[in-house]
């Protein structure tokens, strides 16, 4: 996502920073070991830039707030925000693709993706999957 605004310094600086910082998930996360949840280091200070690796140990960590909804209300509300959007994120993953087959076919895709193929990937992308692997131990 940096080389389409890098005629942009303005814009370029911006997608820089963000890109380096914290994602959404990894503030939640930083704020589950705040709270005294046994969240590993490795997940709470690593290089942003990287891919998130999911992790037992944080699938554990949210399995303590699952648990024990009444002492952890506001993680497990947090919990239930994080799956909803992740939730309206995928049916509008699942639309777009079937718009951009509908509209252009498998031409090739804007920024030099595969267009369809690569939007199709991306339909497997999990955003935050301890959320979504605990329920099975629920």
Sequence with gaps: ?????AHRPDLSATVQAAYEAPSLYDECLRLLQRRGLDVPGTHTQRDW????????????AWLVV????QQHWDLYQLGEELT???DAF???????????????????????????SYLRKMLDTVLFPEIWTLRTQL
């Design 90 to 116: 995928r049916l509008w993953r699942f639309r777009h693709v079937t718009t951009v087959e509908r509209v252009i076919g498998f031409k090739r895709g804007t920024g030099g993706t595969g267009g369809v």
């Design 66 to 69: 699952y648990r024990n909804p």
């Design 1 to 5: 996502m940096l080389q389409p605004h």
């Design 49 to 60: 830039r990287q891919p998130y690796p999911a992790s037992v140990a944080v699938e554990n």
């Design 84 to 86: 909803d959007l992740e």
